[in-house]
């Protein structure tokens, strides 16, 4: 069975500053992997994903996230975050030919005026 | 922007009773799923439905529940007979039949059995 960890629980950053979220998985074949982003009050949105191709991948809000598949990891970055970033983050995956999502435990990234 | 919608936000239910969670798909969209999220955990899977038929499930989602597509809109999810543990915020979310595989969540559903 596939599995996401995500190591930071929660994040606090000035506004400015750059991002980098980590995010890995446990699955012996292909995946799928995806970002989603969820604004206090609001439901999941897409920020980016992968299926093939170019591993880094460009996404909404300026965001971006690099597949190192031979680390298992799909880290979200950005180079310097707004006060309107704040959100929770999670880090999902499926294995190809599947539609059922694993997801990480979610970061919470709370940025300071 | 068309969105997945999810009624009720709240339901307050107890142990042993029945509940139908329902939710509008996103009117192109050909595979529907519903997602668990108990408080401080992470969200999980509980089942895909495509063409009428479940295509997927995970070990959640026992004989307790069901999904039912009742008509053209609707998506639904029944728990037959609560328990305390099913206290969680339930999302729906969809998707295109293309191999995108990109999936639109609703709002969720926060159900409470006391």
């Known amino acids: 069975a596939q599995s996401v960890s995500q190591h930071n629980h929660h994040v606090i950053l000035s506004e400015a500053a750059s991002l980098e979220l980590g995010c890995n998985y446990s699955y012996g074949g292909t995946v799928n992997l995806f970002w989603y982003v969820q604004y206090p009050g609001q439901h999941l949105q897409l920020l980016l994903k992968?299926?093939?191709?170019?591993?880094l991948v460009k996404g909404i809000k300026g965001f971006e996230a690099e597949f190192i598949k031979s680390k298992f990891s799909f880290n979200l970055r950005k180079p310097s975050v707004q006060w309107s970033d704040t959100a929770e983050y999670f880090c999902?995956?499926?294995?190809?030919?599947?539609?059922?999502?694993?997801f990480g435990s979610g970061t919470r990234l709370q940025v300071q005026p | 922007e068309p969105e997945v919608t999810q009624t009720p936000s709240h339901q307050v239910t107890q142990m042993g009773q029945e509940v139908i969670l329902r939710c509008v798909p996103i009117s192109n969209h050909l595979y529907f799923y519903w997602y668990r999220q108990i408080l401080g955990q992470k969200v999980e899977f509980l089942v895909s439905f495509y063409n009428n038929e479940i295509s997927e499930k995970s070990e959640i989602f026992d004989d307790q529940f069901s999904v039912e597509r009742p008509d053209g809109s609707n998506f639904t999810l029944k728990i037959r007979s609560t328990k305390l543990e099913d206290s969680a915020m339930y999302f729906c979310a969809s998707s295109e039949l293309s191999n995108s595989y990109e999936q639109y969540f609703g709002p969720g559903t926060r159900l409470t059995v006391t």
């Open positions: 999902a995956v499926n294995a190809a030919g599947r539609r059922a999502l694993t």
């Open positions: 992968y299926f093939s191709g170019d591993p």
